[in-house]
């Protein structure tokens, strides 16, 4: 909790339901890789919360204008809502392609507008904002809480202040509520003349809209602890009297490039589009995911090739042991059972492998404690397939020790978005049902000793990315 500094026992104020407020994106260009680490990281906070038991209800704003959207319209000479709407579709196209579960809400700022003109309404009047000449600001001298979120004091940041004086402003550090309105620019009635919001007021107005005060969990990057967090809280507190504005503020670090922050402004960012071009929805997530969110993380293509690799053989090894289950339908288990091949063993450790994933979330959600936990039963469920060698030496323990250890692969890897590609679609089954039928092709022509021919199936399914496999029990196949 970055408000008190400390990790915390999570206790939500309504019992079974837990309500989040994530700071959305400002739609002014195509949605880029580090703005994936917030959006998939919240995305996992909730899949987990949901694992857990409870309910969650999520915000997530759309500031749809702002200075940056207006002045690409300007050099593109469009619309600002032009500008917003395209690229705002290109975030929720592109989050889709993520498998990040969209919000229950995301509310545009442009359609709250009588709500931000009555939270400003309310802090002049209750003394904490004034106006000058149509434009409105918020007196941080007047809130004694501020500067708690960033443990920094009003004095020393007035002293240190390099903000270009505004002779409009009581101080240097008061920020605007309400801008008066500029030839051109999208602009709306208010008491104080035409104008629009400021950045920080849009927040507080849509999470008091929609989650009410002394809300659960307040997300964004750390980048927002100040000013963007530390004025939302101030407004908002001033406003209803009330505290805290939210009970847990989490944020995570920022990905780097060179160890260089990615951002749009400093041209060093690559587009979430171009990177799914290279490597599938899981990559992203498991490069993310195999790294705790207050951590820093350096993107590079060196780092996604390492992600592609280890995923595979997550990817792998669930690809196995579906299949080994699919051929136990096909099967009658024997009835005798072989040691070595017990799967009472395989169940504990799947039952391990569930209690460390959950002793990792529950630390302040370490996925990496959670994506270590999915590698060492997917190293379980591979011995166990190698040490049996086929459906044939199963029996109905095995199959069950087998059954539990996918069904738990394939859910904690599901808590964490991963394995959405593998069998989301609905040719899955009728690709693995292809790739079965070009075995037994396959092992005709061997069988004939037409090895040319064999060789070929064999070769033009490695091109593919399927390897065949073959051992004394017949041949098996996984993915690259």
């Known amino acids: ?113 009588p709500e931000i003109i009555k939270l400003v309404e309310g802090l002049i009047e209750k003394g904490y904002a004034y106006q000058v000449d149509g434009d409105v600001f918020f007196d941080v001298t007047s809130f004694p809480g501020y500067g708690k979120l960033s443990g920094r004091s009003i004095d020393d940041m007035i002293a240190g202040a390099r903000i270009e004086i505004n002779p409009k402003k009581r101080n240097t550090m008061d920020f605007a509520l309400w801008k008066s309105a500029k030839p051109g620019e999208p602009s709306w009635d208010s008491p104080w003349g035409a104008g629009r919001p400021g950045w920080h007021i849009e927040c507080s107005a849509l999470a008091l809209e929609y989650l009410g005060s002394g809300f659960d969990m307040h997300g964004g990057g750390d980048e927002l602890v100040f000013p963007h967090h530390e004025n939302e809280i101030a407004q908002s507190e001033a406003f209803t009297g009330q505290e805290p504005f939210a009970k847990y503020f989490v944020h995570h670090a920022m990905l780097n490039i060179d160890d260089v922050k990615m951002s749009k402004s400093l041209g060093n960012f690559f587009s979430v589009r171009d990177v799914l071009k290279e490597f599938e929805p899981g990559v992203i997530r498991y490069f993310f995911a195999s790294r705790h969110y207050r951590s820093p993380a350096n993107y590079g293509v060196e780092e996604l090739e390492a992600a592609d690799t280890a995923y595979g053989r997550l990817v792998s090894t669930l690809d196995a042991g579906r299949r080994a289950l699919a051929e136990a339908d096909r099967a009658e288990a024997k009835a005798e059972r072989a040691e070595e091949t017990s799967g009472l063993a395989l169940m504990a450790d799947a039952e391990e492998a569930e209690r460390r994933f959950v002793q990792g979330m529950d630390d302040d959600f370490n ?65 693995e049902s292809l790739v079965s039928l070009l075995i037994e092709v396959r092992n005709d022509l061997r069988s004939k000793k037409e090895w040319a021919l064999a060789d070929k199936i064999r070769d033009s399914l490695k091109d593919i990315g399927i390897v065949l496999e073959d051992t004394s029990t017949g041949t098996i196949w996984k993915r690259m």
Request: proline share 3%; hydrophobic share 35%; charged share 25%.
């Open 1 to 113: 909790n970055t408000l008190t500094r400390s990790k915390e026992e999570f206790v939500p104020r309504k019992q079974g339901r837990v309500d989040i407020y994530q700071c959305g994106v400002t739609p002014y260009d195509y949605t880029h890789i580090g703005h994936a680490r917030q959006y998939v990281f919240w995305d996992t906070v909730r899949r987990y919360l949901k694992y857990r038991g409870w309910k969650v209800f999520c915000v997530q704003n759309v500031t749809d204008v702002d200075d940056k959207i207006i002045a690409r319209a300007g050099a593109e000479g469009v619309k600002p809502e032009e500008i917003s709407e395209e690229y705002h579709r290109d975030f929720v196209e592109v989050m889709d392609m993520l498998g990040v579960e969209r919000p229950d809400v995301m509310p545009k700022v442009t359609q709250h507008i």
């Open 367 to 431: 996925t990496a404690v959670g994506i270590a936990a999915l590698h060492d039963l997917a190293r379980s469920i591979n011995e166990f397939l190698h040490v049996t060698g086929g459906m044939a030496r199963y029996d109905r323990e095995d199959l069950k020790g087998l059954q539990k250890a996918v069904n738990t692969l394939e859910t904690l890897g599901g808590v964490l978005g991963l394995f959405q590609e593998a069998g989301a679609s609905g040719d899955s089954g009728l690709s």
